[in-house]
Nanobody
Framework: QVQLVESGGGLVQAGGSLRLSCAASGRTFSIYTMGWFRQAPGKEREFVANIRLSGGIIYYGDSVKGRFTISNDNAKNMIYLSMSSLKPEDTAVYYC?????????????????WGQGTQVTVSS
Protein backbone atom coordinates (compact mmCIF):
# COMPACT_ATOMS: atom_id res chain seq x y z
CA GLN A 1 0.00 0.00 0.00
CA VAL A 2 0.99 3.57 -0.65
CA GLN A 3 -0.33 6.67 1.04
CA LEU A 4 -0.22 10.02 -0.72
CA VAL A 5 -0.79 13.39 0.93
CA GLU A 6 -0.98 16.61 -1.05
CA SER A 7 -0.43 20.10 0.27
CA GLY A 8 0.07 23.62 -1.01
CA GLY A 9 -3.25 24.45 -2.60
CA GLY A 10 -5.01 27.74 -2.05
CA LEU A 11 -6.45 30.88 -3.57
CA VAL A 12 -4.33 32.90 -5.98
CA GLN A 13 -4.96 35.68 -8.47
CA ALA A 14 -4.64 35.08 -12.18
CA GLY A 15 -1.02 35.33 -13.24
CA GLY A 16 0.20 34.16 -9.86
CA SER A 17 2.08 31.06 -8.78
CA LEU A 18 1.62 28.13 -6.43
CA ARG A 19 3.64 25.08 -5.54
CA LEU A 20 1.97 21.81 -4.68
CA SER A 21 3.68 19.03 -2.77
CA CYS A 22 2.89 15.34 -2.49
CA ALA A 23 4.38 13.12 0.17
CA ALA A 24 4.40 9.37 -0.42
CA SER A 25 4.71 6.75 2.29
CA GLY A 26 4.38 3.01 2.57
CA ARG A 27 5.52 0.79 -0.28
CA THR A 28 7.26 3.62 -2.09
CA PHE A 29 10.03 1.39 -3.44
CA SER A 30 7.46 -0.19 -5.80
CA ILE A 31 6.39 3.09 -7.39
CA TYR A 32 7.52 3.63 -10.97
CA THR A 33 5.68 6.81 -11.85
CA MET A 34 3.94 9.60 -9.98
CA GLY A 35 1.77 12.28 -11.40
CA TRP A 36 -0.66 15.10 -10.95
CA PHE A 37 -4.24 15.17 -12.18
CA ARG A 38 -6.95 17.73 -11.65
CA GLN A 39 -10.71 17.76 -11.65
CA ALA A 40 -12.95 20.78 -11.94
CA PRO A 41 -16.64 20.63 -11.00
CA GLY A 42 -18.67 18.83 -13.64
CA LYS A 43 -15.59 17.80 -15.60
CA GLU A 44 -13.61 14.61 -15.98
CA ARG A 45 -10.31 14.11 -14.22
CA GLU A 46 -7.59 15.63 -16.39
CA PHE A 47 -3.94 14.67 -16.70
CA VAL A 48 -1.58 17.48 -15.68
CA ALA A 49 1.93 16.02 -15.47
CA ASN A 50 3.84 12.90 -14.50
CA ILE A 51 7.37 11.82 -13.82
CA ARG A 52 9.16 8.47 -13.92
CA LEU A 53 10.95 8.42 -10.56
CA SER A 54 13.99 6.66 -11.96
CA GLY A 55 15.28 8.29 -15.09
CA GLY A 56 13.21 11.45 -14.84
CA ILE A 57 10.99 10.98 -17.90
CA ILE A 58 8.37 13.71 -17.77
CA TYR A 59 5.14 14.42 -19.61
CA TYR A 60 2.80 17.39 -19.41
CA GLY A 61 -0.77 17.94 -20.43
CA ASP A 62 -1.16 20.35 -23.33
CA SER A 63 -3.03 22.90 -21.24
CA VAL A 64 -0.16 23.34 -18.75
CA LYS A 65 2.94 23.04 -20.93
CA GLY A 66 5.30 25.92 -20.42
CA ARG A 67 3.56 27.02 -17.21
CA PHE A 68 3.80 24.05 -14.84
CA THR A 69 6.87 22.09 -13.78
CA ILE A 70 6.87 18.70 -12.09
CA SER A 71 9.84 17.59 -10.03
CA ASN A 72 10.72 14.96 -7.48
CA ASP A 73 12.97 14.31 -4.51
CA ASN A 74 13.40 10.56 -4.22
CA ALA A 75 15.27 10.83 -0.93
CA LYS A 76 12.21 12.44 0.63
CA ASN A 77 9.62 10.46 -1.36
CA MET A 78 8.14 13.71 -2.57
CA ILE A 79 6.96 15.16 -5.85
CA TYR A 80 6.14 18.77 -6.54
CA LEU A 81 4.14 20.77 -9.03
CA SER A 82 5.29 24.34 -9.54
CA MET A 83 2.54 26.31 -11.23
CA SER A 84 3.02 29.75 -12.73
CA SER A 85 1.02 32.09 -14.95
CA LEU A 86 -2.08 30.60 -13.40
CA LYS A 87 -5.40 31.10 -15.15
CA PRO A 88 -8.97 30.88 -13.82
CA GLU A 89 -9.40 27.72 -15.89
CA ASP A 90 -6.69 26.07 -13.76
CA THR A 91 -9.16 26.09 -10.85
CA ALA A 92 -9.70 22.50 -9.75
CA VAL A 93 -8.95 19.92 -7.11
CA TYR A 94 -5.44 18.68 -7.78
CA TYR A 95 -4.67 15.04 -7.05
CA CYS A 96 -1.37 13.27 -6.64
CA UNK A 97 -1.24 9.72 -8.01
CA UNK A 98 1.19 6.83 -8.12
CA UNK A 99 1.46 3.65 -10.12
CA UNK A 100 3.40 0.43 -9.78
CA UNK A 101 3.23 -0.08 -13.55
CA UNK A 102 6.50 0.38 -15.48
CA UNK A 103 4.47 1.85 -18.35
CA UNK A 104 4.31 5.63 -18.04
CA UNK A 105 0.77 6.67 -18.83
CA UNK A 106 -1.52 9.67 -18.64
CA UNK A 107 -4.71 7.72 -18.02
CA UNK A 108 -6.17 8.02 -14.51
CA UNK A 109 -7.38 4.40 -14.51
CA UNK A 110 -3.79 3.13 -14.73
CA UNK A 111 -2.81 4.75 -11.44
CA UNK A 112 -3.06 2.60 -8.37
CA UNK A 113 -3.00 5.13 -5.54
CA TRP A 114 -4.43 8.60 -5.06
CA GLY A 115 -4.21 11.37 -2.53
CA GLN A 116 -7.20 13.16 -1.10
CA GLY A 117 -6.70 16.20 -3.31
CA THR A 118 -5.94 19.85 -2.68
CA GLN A 119 -8.05 22.74 -3.93
CA VAL A 120 -6.51 25.34 -6.22
CA THR A 121 -8.64 28.38 -6.96
CA VAL A 122 -7.50 31.06 -9.39
CA SER A 123 -9.45 34.30 -9.30
CA SER A 124 -9.72 36.60 -12.28
Amino acid sequence: QVQLVESGGGLVQAGGSLRLSCAASGRTFSIYTMGWFRQAPGKEREFVANIRLSGGIIYYGDSVKGRFTISNDNAKNMIYLSMSSLKPEDTAVYYCAATFSPEITTTPLTYDYWGQGTQVTVSS
